[in-house]
Structure formats: structure tokens, C-alpha cells
């Protein structure tokens, strides 16, 4: 918002999360799945740019708040009496351990996430056919391969490093990213989709044209 209107030139986008401190290690269903991350990119306005140059091309995003049962780490407040004239009850607030329903997340997001990219696909006005590399939140290789099936794209253009790293949550994507661009995989000019979701729920989709070089 704030680049579109031009009050922002440059931004640096952040995405670190420490889930190790969240997660209940005495659920091993969630626990094992879960790793501390963080990964940043610097976007850059450019209003001279042309519309088949590299940057953002479109994008869409989604919550529903109705869904946050299945993925949350409850709000837990404890009173706090603070010394004043007169005494002064605060809240000490801190988050209960993390809960997830891996079913009822396996379900929404194999199904809202193949649409959401399409959305964004619409705003940049391309096909699945301009994409070359589908890069998603790293939550799990199923949910992976169904919206890869879905949208018609074959697992050889799906970046993953899941099974180094596992869920690092909002570093998944920008982890991802940065390994493909150093191991020479992605390219300068390549349309990279991507997608994210979690808890809200909340799901969204970007498409990138990489304008960066490989690193390699």
C-alpha cells in the first residue's frame, strides 16, 4: 500500500518466526513438524518500470477468522497489581502452546490455496502455463503435491527444502526462495508463484518475476 502510493521507496519485508517456543512437546502429532526461521527481502518501487519487468505482478489474500480454531495459540492474560496511589490491576499478557488440527488444515488449505493463486494469476493476467517455479508455505509435502496436482503443475517445478528445515512458518517462503536463487534454480526472469497460509486462518498468493542473479 504504502510503495503503490509512492510515500515508501524502499522496504525491507521480514518473515521470522521462533515456534519452538509455542509448541506443546508433549503433543507429538505437532511438535516434531515445527522449526525457529527467519528470511527477509528488499522490494524496491520503481514507477518508471514496465509491466514485463521483474518485481510484484499480482496478488491475493484471504482470512477468516471463523477458522482459527483449528490453528492458534490462545491469548493467555494473568492479573497484575500495579503499586499506585490506587492500586492498579494490568494484565501479564503471554499465548498458551500452540494447537493445530492437521486434518482440518490439510483440507483448507489444499482447497482455498490452488484458488487464491489463480486469483493472483488473474490480477497479473497469466496462466499456469507462465509459471515457472510454484513455491508455498512449507507446512507439509502432501498439502504440496495436492495443490501442485490441482493447479496442474508437475512436482519438478515445486521449490522445497521442508525436509532440511521443517515448518518455520512465515520464513518457509523467503528461506525457500533464497536457497532456489543461490543454487542457480531460479532465474532472472523467472514468474515465481507463491503462496502462503496459516493461522486466522489466513491465506494469500504472490507472483514475482525474479529480477535478482543467482548467487551459485
Excluded at 521462533?18 to 528470511?39: E, P
Excluded at 514496465?50 to 471463523?66: F, K, M
Excluded at 486434518?103 to 507462465?130: H, N, Q, S, W
Excluded at 497460509?197 to 548467487?215: D, H, N, Q, R, Y
Aim: hydrophobic share 40%; glycine share 12%.
Amino acid at each position: 500500500n504504502f510503495m503503490q502510493t509512492g510515500g515508501v521507496k524502499n522496504a525491507l519485508v521480514v518473515g521470522a518466526d521462533a515456534l519452538t517456543r509455542w509448541v506443546d512437546w508433549d503433543d507429538r502429532n505437532s511438535c516434531i513438524l515445527f522449526g525457529d526461521g527467519a528470511g527477509a527481502m528488499v522490494l524496491t518501487s520503481d514507477t518508471d518500470a514496465d509491466n514485463a519487468g521483474p518485481g510484484l505482478l499480482g496478488y491475493s489474500a484471504h482470512s477468516n477468522g471463523e477458522g482459527k480454531v483449528s490453528l492458534m495459540c490462545g491469548y493467555k492474560g494473568s492479573a497484575r497489581p500495579v503499586a499506585t496511589p490506587e492500586v492498579t490491576q494490568i494484565s501479564s499478557g503471554s499465548y498458551n502452546t500452540m494447537t493445530m488440527s492437521g486434518k482440518d488444515v490439510y483440507k483448507f488449505a489444499t482447497r482455498e490455496v490452488p484458488v487464491v493463486i489463480k486469483e493472483a494469476l488473474d490480477a497479473a493476467e497469466m496462466g499456469v502455463d507462465d509459471v515457472d517455479w510454484l513455491l508455498l508455505h512449507q507446512a507439509n509435502i502432501r498439502i504440496m503435491e495436492t495443490v501442485a496436482n490441482r493447479l496442474g503443475v508437475p512436482m519438478e517445478k515445486v521449490l522445497t527444502n521442508l525436509a532440511d528445515y521443517g515448518n518455520t512458518s512465515a520464513a518457509s517462503i523467503p528461506l525457500a526462495l533464497d536457497e532456489a536463487v543461490r543454487s542457480g534454480k531460479v532465474k532472472k526472469g523467472d514468474v515465481v508463484a507463491c503462496a502462503g497460509f496459516g493461522a486466522g486462518l489466513s491465506w494469500g498468493s504472490a507472483i514475482l518475476k525474479w529480477g535478482g542473479e543467482s548467487t551459485e
